[in-house]
């Protein structure tokens, strides 16, 4: 079974700064995708980004992007410039490739402060 | 496109009772999945239909059941409540296109508080 890892409960940045939120993986299958999800306190989950193991290349998202290092078993986020809006619960999360398998096995949470 | 839907987004039951919640799914997806979020053991996957069969079940007892019907809408049903089923229930819906590998669309959640 796949497990997803979050080391960090709680981040705090400064506004405008840049914060790396850390997530690792465990895992025998060779494809999969992973993603990071936003929940703010509304509660609400967003989606922020997403990446696809058989790419080498980081996915980004405006301000958002991914250090995706698949021998590692990584999968950081960077956000940069942080804004209030940013504060919020980020969720790591794996998704296996196979077809009919929606399964999403979330990492237990990093809650982000944006300091003004 | 309106995004998935959740009703109601508050509910208080007491323990013994059952409950049905309901979700709609962005329209043209098919697949709903649902899943539970308490502080104790973060989000946890129940399960998940697709074209009205359930394809994937999480670790729960019998009493989580759910169904989907033919417009995609998905009901999620617990009986004889207990305590700790008090958590948000998210649902979750993705339109799953060749190779299946779309991205889940969540809900705002249901809280659910059982007294």
């Known amino acids: 079974a796949q497990t997803v890892t979050q080391s960090q409960p709680e981040m705090s940045v400064q506004e405008a700064e840049t914060v790396t939120l850390s997530c690792t993986y465990d895992?025998?299958?060779?494809?999969?995708?992973l993603f990071w999800y936003k929940q703010p306190p509304s509660r609400q989950m967003i989606l922020v980004i997403r990446q696809e193991a058989y790419k080498q290349q980081n996915a980004t998202e405006n301000r958002f992007s991914v250090n995706f290092q698949k021998a590692a078993k990584s999968f950081s986020l960077k956000i940069s410039d942080s804004q209030l809006g940013d504060a919020a619960m980020y969720f790591c999360a794996y998704r296996s490739p196979n077809f009919g398998n929606e399964k999403l096995t979330f990492g237990t949470g990093t809650r982000l402060t944006i300091i003004p | 496109k309106a995004g998935v839907t959740q009703t109601p987004r508050y509910l208080i039951k007491t323990r013994g009772q059952q409950v049905t919640l309901s979700c709609s799914p962005i329209?043209?997806?098919?697949?709903v999945s649902w899943y539970q979020q308490t502080p104790g053991q973060g989000l946890q996957f129940l399960f998940e239909y697709f074209s009205e069969t359930q394809r994937n079940k999480g670790n729960f007892p019998g009493r989580f059941s759910g169904r989907q019907f033919s417009n995609s809408r998905s009901e999620m049903n617990v009986s004889t409540l207990e305590l700790g089923d008090s958590a948000l229930y998210l649902c979750?819906?993705?339109?799953?296109?060749?190779?299946?590998?779309?991205?889940?669309?969540f809900g705002p959640g249901t809280r659910l508080l059982v007294l």
């Open positions: 979750a819906s993705s339109s799953t296109l060749a190779g299946g590998q779309e991205t889940q669309y």
């Open positions: 895992t025998s299958e060779s494809d999969y995708y």
């Open positions: 329209s043209g997806h098919r697949s």
